[in-house]
């Protein structure tokens, strides 16, 4: 899928299949029927292949004809720009600069006009066809909400998903003798239930090698590719590099992006983490079926200012009834130092946490993690 938010120029015509869906013959295997949906001006097949059932991929086909008539599709044919269609959702981000401003509003529009670039450029050495002829030699997709449920009944704290990263553009370099695997396997001994590896190079010092690495040095648990993803030719590019789940930040991604990409997850296998910062958000978020695992982000990526309360604030009341009937799974994100940090939003409603800087700045990194909880915690 060339994604709705990176298509350049911002304006594109699209070939829509407006009928109603085929009534697929239930001999036909299921990439012969698949829906059409946009890319980049050409139509192309909602691929349905691999482990699904018939039944399963013809409610996705019912699903993703509806999709492709939704408002937001009609609003994109109809010329609206990316811009508007995030601005109209309440998205300040910009995904490139707009005629006379040539400045990025704040660190996250930065980050994300160069990933434009750094993608475009990475789509022409690597198209989305080469890269989807590699994913068969990719280790199979492994389950990043089981692992963190197992983990969260084992132990009775949040289950953790620590964070392999080197710098940050708010902090800098957070630990100088950076050695991804080995900190990784340490952070397994000590009872992560996940992983997460920054993979951005420019503002994070991460890049796709070291979460390569980490896959192919055995390590167990499951992992989260951290990147900014504007496209979806980075979600089979985080597949093939190993990735069992990948971050969705809804402060940059309009609801269609969000939809279309969720999808494309299911059928590669991958867990989407969808993140949030405040109540706008996770209210777009809540409007979409099948999201199983959302992040509320403490810190704010366009000030870096962090509050915990946020967490508890986006929990309170009728969001938090309708995640718990939803069974989805809510991570803590970023700001956690304490046993106490770390009770304050299992009170509010989390069952995960994602911890960078209070561990990876340690000595130990991995028994810091008994020092973050309050006691010991255990893989399953
Ligand atoms: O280092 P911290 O404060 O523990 O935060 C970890 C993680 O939450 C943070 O790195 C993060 C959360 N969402 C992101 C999106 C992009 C980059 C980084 C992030």
């Known amino acids: 899928m060339e994604s709705l938010c990176f298509t350049t120029p ?18 036909l295997p299921p990439a012969e029927w698949a829906p059409k949906i946009p890319m980049g001006g050409v139509r192309r097949s909602v691929s349905l292949r691999c482990t699904r059932g018939l039944e399963e991929a013809a409610a996705l086909d019912n699903k993703a004809y509806s999709l ?35 400045t990025p509003r704040n660190i996250l529009e930065k980050i994300i006009w160069d990933k434009v670039i750094e993608v475009s450029e990475l789509k022409e050495e690597k198209p989305l066809t080469l890269v989807k002829e590699t994913l068969h030699n990719a280790p199979p997709a492994r389950d990043f909400v ?32 950076f050695d991804p695997v080995q900190i990784a396997k ?34 167990q648990c499951p992992l989260l590719c951290k ?8 979600l089979y590019y985080a597949r ?14 309009p609801d269609l992006d969000i939809k279309l990409m969720s999808m494309e997850c299911r059928e590669l296998g991958l867990t989407a983490l969808v993140e949030v910062h405040n109540e706008r958000e996770l209210d777009r978020v809540l409007n979409i079926d099948g999201i199983q695992l959302i992040g509320i982000n403490n810190r704010d990526l366009e000030t870096f200012e962090v509050d915990n309360s946020i967490t508890k604030r986006l929990l309170e009341g009728e969001r938090g009834e309708i995640i718990r009937g939803k069974g989805i799974i809510v991570v803590g994100e970023s700001g956690l130092f304490t046993p106490h940090d770390v009770s304050y939003i299992q009170n509010a409603g989390v069952k995960a946490v994602l911890v960078g800087e209070s561990l990876i700045k340690q000595n130990d990194p991995g028994k810091a993690i008994a020092g973050l909880f309050g006691k010991e915690i255990s893989k399953c």
Do not use: M
């Open 10 to 27: 911002a304006r594109v015509r699209v070939s829509f299949p407006s009928a109603s869906p085929p009534k697929p013959a239930r001999s």
């Open 68 to 102: 492709i008539n939704s408002i937001e599709v009609r609003e994109w044919e109809s010329g609206k720009s990316v811009d508007d269609i995030a601005a109209n959702q309440g998205i300040r981000i910009r995904r490139h600069p707009t005629k006379g401003e040539d």
């Open 146 to 177: 089981g692992a963190l449920k197992a983990s969260y009944e084992k132990n009775g704290v949040p289950a953790l998903i620590a964070e392999v990263k080197k710098a940050s553009p708010s902090k800098g370099v957070l630990r100088e003798d």
């Open 186 to 219: 340490t952070y397994e001994q000590h009872g992560a239930a996940c992983l997460s590896i920054l993979t951005d190079g420019k503002y994070f010092q991460g890049s796709f090698e070291n979460l390569e690495a980490v896959r192919n040095a055995g390590v």
């Open 227 to 234: 990147e900014f993803i504007i496209d979806s030719w980075q």
């Open 240 to 253: 093939s590099k190993g990735a069992d789940a990948v971050l969705l930040i809804a402060g940059v991604l």
